[in-house]
């Protein structure tokens, strides 16, 4: 109990360098999770268009994900210097997969009849994939995007080691001070904002999934 009233505590002390930290965490990523939402829906259709691209892009971003964290922020460092670009950088290619993946699988299980049928009553491509393609498969899109957010908000807390900002400062400064409390504090924070995060997307995608499947129907 005294480890949880040392922590409570913390807050209360240094609650304006908490708030800064929560803001600069949510700032970065807010910034990666609009990139890679744009980025990962783009690819994931083109890659329904061309299936020699699709293997291409899987692969990519297959190997991608397989890099450790710790050393893609090192390579990055290299190459365009510590702070929040390389962060941004980073998060965004750890969170491509999940959305490329899901926007591919999910339009092209749409059922063959409902497109041909759409088809036949003269949608053009453009309203079958905004119309048919896109609202049938958004529960599998939605899913990988909320997969994503959680990654990203996670993995944000490592950017700090290069220099970036967020709640990763707290935890970087309680390791090296040898001080349990503040890396608990900022951990517990982390831990807070992705479920909160996460409850959040949940009540989101139940009210579109009732939208988009009464305007279908």
């Known amino acids: 109990m005294k480890i949880i009233t040392d922590i409570l505590n913390l807050y209360k002390e240094r609650f304006s360098f908490f708030l800064e930290l929560l803001i600069q965490h949510m700032m ?3 910034i990666s999770v609009s990139i890679i939402t744009v980025i990962g829906l783009s690819t994931g259709i083109l890659m329904t268009r061309n299936e020699g691209f699709a293997k291409v892009v899987l692969m ?3 190997f991608m994900y397989t890099i450790p964290s710790i050393a893609l922020f090192g390579v990055l460092v290299i ?3 510590i702070g929040n670009k ?6 965004v290619i750890y969170g491509l997969l999940p959305v490329i993946r899901n926007t591919y699988v999910g339009i092209n299980e749409v059922d063959n009849q409902i497109i041909e049928s759409a088809i036949g009553m003269g949608s053009t491509n453009i309203q079958l994939l905004l119309r048919v393609q896109l609202p049938l498969a958004l529960p599998v899109i939605f899913a990988g995007f909320r997969t994503m957010v959680i990654m990203t908000i996670a993995l944000c807390a490592i950017a700090s080691f290069i220099g ?3 709640l990763g400062v707290a935890i970087w400064r309680g390791i ?4 349990p409390e503040m890396t608990l504090a900022g951990s517990l924070l982390v831990a807070l904002l992705a479920i909160i995060t996460d409850f959040i997307l949940e009540i989101v995608e139940k009210h579109m ?3 988009i499947w009464g305007s279908v129907k």
């Not at 090296?176 to 001080?179: D, H, I, R, V, Y």
């Open 79 to 81: 190459i365009t210097g």
């Open 28 to 30: 970065l990523t807010l």
């Open 60 to 62: 990519v971003t297959n």
């Open 209 to 211: 999934k009732k939208r």
């Open 176 to 179: 090296t001070t040898n001080f």
């Open 164 to 166: 970036a900002g967020g």
């Open 86 to 91: 390389s962060a941004i950088i980073a998060l």
